[in-house]
């Protein structure tokens, strides 16, 4: 019996060994760190409440709505990208914020609320808010009109509804894959977006169809393997008020990208088709019943190709980036002396694919370290633009006095497509290196006190060795030595 207990215990334990390495290599899926953030309590009524949230250290998959806010009306979202490089690691954090246009003046209070992100959940205690009167004149947002109040989809009623004729309304709705240039530059930013327009009389019988569920396959259509493609962040549907032809018309956006064409071959996008539900209206409306009958009609865009215009001649054609750029530099101090570390930030702002942006390694002359660089980059998307900053962090240590000639350590070569010419962003601020700072002497005589009169009349001021120092240490080291000899010996004539 106790030998059959030995071999079970033996037995479990084998299992557990061989089940552990198992259960250790399925690590849960990392959803990142996210919080929310929100604006600030007091501002002018033609400003906007923000609300925003930031996720670190994992890419957006998903998120929920951000909150509707009484009185309060939604007005765009804009995302932000940061990506900064340190030591050959690249840590991003994406901030994505919801704008709020208030309705009047006065006092609100948001109640509090939660919204999912990447499977997390994230609370707010909400916050009291206090809209004041405008400051100045404000120019109406893009799409700022009255809030929209849906498609209007009736609830049908319970029970058989009477036998009924229907007819088909005739809609002016449109699907439409529109850019923002007619061509463009290899390189160059070309913002797409796809759109569907409606008349405002046509909210009664159009409505959505399985949106969520047909959207990714018009992207997968859309997506083009000759463009570096930076995707807008945007995922509720809303609503804008635009002029189409003199006539006042909806415009829901599907989709939208900024894409940089890698090579002048043109840009064909397909034509592709979206699936609405639309109903038949009832030639006699009768009271009590939904008057009208359940269809469908796909709508189509047109098929369109841009163009793209290979850069001019230049010998670094292939590694110039491409955009609207200008330098900004700036140090971390104002004095600069030999043997001290400063740091030079090489920062590029502007419109443009900042992924291609990349400093050519500067070469540093005689009497001049340089380490670096480490690398950030801000992305922002909003209102159909790209652009934000990319910026280069280097330590310098002089070794030499004089002028640091930094035009020379750093160039970058881009290309402007507004102006269709080369342009060198080359640096302006020119360091000037002192010598190393004296230290403070510790002693300094004081003319009136007469202890350093009489001590600087009877002070020595022979000469001495450079080493005298080390023949004394070497003598105290003979010395010690001698003592040690003696001590052993005294100690084996003891013993004896």
């Known amino acids: 019996m106790r030998l059959v207990l030995v071999v079970f215990c033996w037995m479990r334990l084998l299992l557990l060994l061989l089940l552990a390495p198992s ?17 600030l309590g007091t501002f002018p009524l033609n400003e906007y409440y923000t609300i925003s949230f930031r996720l670190r250290g994992a890419p957006l998959e998903r998120y929920s709505a951000f909150p509707d806010l009484e009185g309060f009306k939604k007005s765009g979202k804009s995302s932000t990208t940061t990506t900064r490089i340190v030591g050959g690691q690249s840590f991003t954090e994406l901030i994505i914020t919801q704008r709020y246009a208030a309705f009047a003046e006065g006092e609100y209070e948001i109640k509090p ?37 849906g498609l209007g989809l009736l609830d049908q009623l319970f029970g058989k509804p009477k036998p009924q004729d229907y007819v088909e309304t005739r809609d002016q709705a449109f699907l439409a894959l529109t850019p923002d240039k007619a061509r463009v530059f290899v390189g160059e930013g070309l913002h797409v977006a796809l759109y569907f327009y409606l008349r405002p009389e046509d909210q009664a019988v159009l409505d959505f169809y399985d949106f ?52 002048a071959e043109p840009l064909t996008f397909p034509a592709v088709e979206l699936k609405m539900r639309k109903y038949k209206v009832a030639k006699k409306p009768a009271e009590g019943l939904d008057n009208r009958l359940e269809g469908y009609k796909t709508y189509r865009s047109a098929p369109l190709t841009v163009p793209v215009v290979p850069l001019p001649p230049h010998p670094l054609r292939d590694q110039v980036p491409v955009g609207n750029y200008e330098l900004k530099e700036f140090f971390d101090r104002t004095t600069f002396r030999t043997g001290r570390t400063f740091a030079y930030t090489f920062g590029v702002e502007g419109e443009g694919n900042l992924a291609t942006v990349n400093l050519p390694a500067p070469v540093p002359p005689a009497g001049l370290e340089l380490y670096g660089p480490e690398v950030q980059q801000a992305l922002t998307r909003q209102n ?104 052993l010996w005294g100690w084996w004539q003891a013993r004896r």
Not at 23 to 39: F, K, T, V
Not at 247 to 252: A, D, E, G, K
């Open 384 to 487: 159909g633009r790209v652009g934000g900053r990319k910026s280069f962090r280097f330590r310098l240590v002089a070794r030499q006095p004089g002028a640091i000639n930094l035009d020379t350590l750093f160039q970058l070569i881009v290309f402007n497509p507004a102006t269709a010419r080369y342009d060198t962003l080359r640096p302006k601020l020119q360091p000037i290196v002192a010598g190393p700072e004296r230290p403070a002497s510790v002693l300094r005589p004081i003319p009136t006190d007469p202890f350093y009169r009489q001590a600087l009349a009877d002070a020595n001021a022979t000469v001495r060795p450079r080493g005298i120092y080390r023949d004394v240490r070497r003598y105290a080291n003979l010395f010690l030595g001698v003592l040690l000899v003696f001590a």
């Open 23 to 39: 259960a250790r290599a399925q690590p849960a899926p990392a959803s990142g760190a996210a919080d929310i953030e929100l604006g």
């Open 113 to 149: 609320f939660s919204m999912k992100v990447n499977g997390l959940t994230l609370e707010s205690a909400g916050a009291k808010l206090k809209v004041g009167p405008q400051q100045a004149p404000a120019t109406p947002a893009p799409g700022g009109t009255a809030p929209l109040q």
């Open 212 to 263: 969520a569920g047909q959207l990714p396959a018009i992207i997968r259509q859309l997506h083009l393997r000759t463009v570096w493609e930076e995707s807008f962040d945007e995922q509720e549907v809303v609503p804008e008020n635009v002029t189409v032809g003199d006539q006042p018309f909806l415009r829901y956006r599907l989709w939208e990208a900024e894409l940089y064409p890698l090579n």
